[in-house]
């Protein structure tokens, strides 16, 4: 099964939106944030598609 390339700029463009928003913090800082309210949520981030990667991560980002 190959996944369509054209979702890259997408997700891609929703953590730009959401880093422009938050600029003060570093790349890092960013998806480490991400990265640990997933935790919370036992969700795990390698195995995430990416649809759900995008709602989660704007869920996050917007409740701040």
């Known amino acids: 099964m190959s996944r369509d390339p054209k979702r890259i700029p997408v997700v891609l463009g929703k953590i730009q939106k959401t880093w422009e928003k938050h600029s ?7 998806m480490i944030n991400f990265y640990s309210y997933l935790n919370q949520k036992k969700i795990h981030m390698h195995g995430i598609e990416d649809d759900e990667f995008i709602r989660e991560f704007e869920k996050f980002y917007d409740s701040l």
């Not at 003060?24 to 960013?30: A, E, N, P, Y």
């Open 24 to 30: 003060d913090l570093r790349l890092g800082q960013l």
